[in-house]
């Protein structure tokens, strides 16, 4: 069989992993039109603020003899009579195409826009994107971010980080749709604190241009404010054109059933951000990876496809100097039986809320409290592991009736670390059992912390615990590294 996937991002990238896993007599060629090999779309405002460079997002790369990365390799048609999709660099026939395209940033439609970005105005989409802003702040000295999201309001927090003024541009409150209203504005003050100028309930009427570069953004209650660089964080769109052009049904993505494939051609299918499900557009990579690991085992199986739903999908904000972490309901989305517990320090610009439905903890915001947002997402969707009361959580520390912390020590082997990929405490212990003693090997091995990174600390004293308690073996001249231990093990 002969597997075609167009779209080497994050979602592409995780179905020819696992199926290459599950099925190496599979043939597969992954097609990237981008010339660098996949990595982690999630961290791109890491690279602006400085904090990783370019090979800490690189993916672990699938190694399986069939599978063949094509980087630099853009799909210009898709030829359903012949079963192929068409390149500069040639054909590629297949039995079953994979669309992964993703989706593209949105530009919104004002004067100084319309025509194509001028120089000094970028979305952050791709990795050329994030390198671009980055070389822009060498010259410029101030920036304003349109879009108050996470994207927007990581990239402000970057640029700040770099030493640029910043001015953050929205039409609503910060993070409006992680955080009510209450605690968005806590996190506004968190902004602020950075020096960071948040303007919000703001309507963009131009950008200015001169001499073909940015150099103010208007409002247009009349205001105006200076810009060297302009970054548009204001959402995105399922990129569908290839689909469409090949005659597939597209709405606001490409369509697809319960199974995953279009129905106009079952040997098409779609996953990701570019895909509309029954249940609508995800555009999170948590569902994609889902998609992603079920279409896979769909095809190395030959069998129905079951689509997990994906519950309690974390939102954890990477920005250089601000902390916020949702999983789950607020109070906002509670239902009227559920225990809402808050603890609110304005002055400290932190906000902790709980939200508890029988004995689960179903909802957790953290902002401006890093450390207790670690561990109550180790408490977080498991039944039955409350305290008596669950203000005990909010004190850090499990109190009565617990059975739990966030220590590694005490830690259950069922608990989850990372969210992204659903690596539990066990996985990561009997990845390392195998011999990976690392947290590279780790993540090589299970997958963790290679999502939106949220884990990384809580991995990394995992590993400290166990370089305690069980030691990886010496090497010696007569057992050669490693041999005492298996090189690979199964990640779930």
Known sequence: MKVVVVGAGMVGNRFVDELGRLAPQVEIDLLGDESYEPYNRVMLTELIAGRVDL????????????????????????????????TADGDFAYDVLVLATGAQARVIPVPGLRDGLPRGAHVVRRLDDARDITAATLNASDAVVIGAGPLGVEAACALRHRGIAVTLVAASDLLNRDLDPEVASVAADQAASLGIEVVTDAQVASVGVHAGRVDAVHLADGRTFPAGIVVLACGSAPDTTLAAEAGLDTNVGIVVGHDLRTPADLAVCAIGDCAETPAGV?????????????????????????????????????????????????????????????????????????????????????????????????????PGMLPADPMHLLMGTSGIGATESASPTAMPAATTVCRCNGVTKGDLVHAWDGGATTVEALADATLATTGCGGCTQLVCGIVDWLQTTDPPPVPTTSQPDGSGRETTVPTR
Do not use: N, Y
């Open 55 to 86: 090979a800490g997002l690189t993916l672990p790369t699938p190694d399986h003899g069939r599978v063949r990365v094509r980087a630099g390799v853009r799909a210009l048609e898709i030829d359903r009579e012949r079963r192929t999709v068409v």
């Open 282 to 382: 995800s555009g999170l990579v948590a569902p994609g990876w889902a998609q992603a690991r079920a279409l896979a085992r769909s095809i190395a199986h030959a069998s129905e496809l079951e689509l997990p739903t994906v519950a309690g999908s974390a939102m954890r904000l990477k920005a250089v100097g601000m902390s916020v972490v949702t999983m789950g309901a607020r109070t906002s989305t509670a239902r009227p039986d559920d225990r809402v517990v808050t603890l609110s320090d304005r002055r400290e610009r932190r906000h902790v809320e709980l939200v508890v439905r029988g004995d689960t903890l179903v909802g957790v915001t953290c902002v401006g409290a890093p450390d207790l947002a670690a561990h109550l997402s180790t408490q977080f969707d498991r």
